[in-house]
């Protein structure tokens, strides 16, 4: 019994991978309704309800959003689902987001809305999209290292990116190579490589250091025939607001727990990493801390227990895997710390989850 409690305080730590609109369950119900298949019988599996979750703007955790697509590809038998999700991709899906790229004057403001304001479809702990205007880079951060439930979110985001900027381009009866130079993928080439190709009109290079598409920067700045300015700026205005207020929101644990996650990788920062990393003092962030009655080192084994307890749980990744991303020095410390934490090795957890 006293096991039973345990596992149900650590399960309650709600330190996650991250979470996504609804919206993107709505465009993947949507492209396997048009593949003759119904995605209803995977939401009811596992309790998501996109009527519910829409009436209040709700998201749906990443772990689960790539399981619902795992099988979503397996009930389709497409594994270039994230493709066809991206050929069926609308701004609608984007939100207010959306609408204001519809408005964009050229395709540097696209890109700069959809990383400057991603928080307000999806968070990833550990990293976020960038656009680089030097390097006319749009990237995308993926959970890695890649495996069957998660390659088809990669080529969802860059086949949506591409169509969306493609939408807008053509409007002027552009061709896409003149605006689209490359497309980068960090897994290795898959067997079905050649839709990829054909898909996207330009080199694809797998095995990249990034995800992400490179512009023609000389079309970076060309003007878009059917932007709106009024429309534009009101919509950012909106999308900046939206975006400062679920920042607000976060507490210094938050902002402290966001930052740890996405440092852990191989090594645990300490409280000097940390304060530089949020732009003040590590006497100042104690302080800060202390008035939410915590402190960093807390912290700091709360985010590493959640993380943990949801790789393990929710994902296939290999335990060293898992011990590198939460930056212990070895997999024997890792199980260590997990046994502590649990009660339980992590291969018996994952088996006893996988089997409830």
Not at 27 to 56: E, N, R
Not at 76 to 94: A, I
Not at 162 to 182: D, H, I, M, V
Request: with cysteine; aromatic share 14%.
């Amino acid at each position: 019994m006293a096991k039973y409690f345990r596992w149900q305080s650590l399960s309650d730590i709600k330190t996650g991978l991250g979470d996504i609109s609804v919206n993107f369950i709505q465009q993947m119900a949507f492209t396997v309704d048009q593949l003759g298949f119904d995605l209803m019988p995977i939401l009811d599996k596992y309790h998501v309800s996109i009527k519910q979750l829409s009436a209040h703007n709700g998201r749906v955790a990443i772990p689960k959003y790539m399981r619902l697509g795992f099988e979503a590809l397996t009930l389709t038998k497409r594994p270039d689902l994230g493709l066809e999700m991206g050929r069926n991709s609308g701004f609608q899906y984007y939100g207010v987001l959306g609408f204001a790229a519809m408005a964009a004057k050229n395709m540097a403001d696209m890109a700069s809305l959809f990383a400057d304001y991603e928080i307000l479809l999806s968070h990833n702990i550990r990293g976020q999209s960038d656009f680089n205007f030097a390097e006319a880079r749009l990237s995308f951060y993926s959970i890695a290292p890649y495996n069957n439930y998660n390659f088809f979110v990669v080529d969802s985001v860059l086949a949506s990116w591409y169509c969306l900027f493609n939408t807008r381009w053509k409007s002027q009866s552009q061709q896409p190579e003149a605006f689209l130079k490359a497309v980068h993928i960090e897994y290795p080439e898959p067997s079905n490589s050649a839709l990829y190709y054909a898909f996207f009109p330009c080199p694809v290079i797998f095995n990249s250091d990034f995800n992400g598409i490179i512009f023609n920067k000389e079309v970076l700045l060309t003007p878009l025939l059917d932007d709106c300015e009024t429309s534009y700026l009101s919509l950012k205005t909106i999308c900046e607001t939206q975006s400062a207020r679920l920042i607000a929101n976060q507490t210094w644990q938050d902002k402290v727990a966001d930052k740890i996650s996405q440092h852990l990788v191989g090594k645990m920062p300490d409280i000097d990493d940390m304060a530089v990393l949020l732009g003040t003092t590590p006497w100042t962030l104690r302080r800060r801390l202390y008035r939410e009655s915590t402190n960093y080192q807390t912290i700091m084994d709360t985010t590493r227990q959640g993380l943990a307890l949801s790789y393990v749980r929710e994902t296939t990744l290999t335990f060293s895997e898992i011990a590198y991303l939460l930056g212990f020095s070895t997999p024997a410390a890792f199980y260590k710390a997990f046994k502590r934490w649990t009660g339980e090795t992590p291969k018996h957890f994952r088996k006893q989850y996988l089997n409830r």
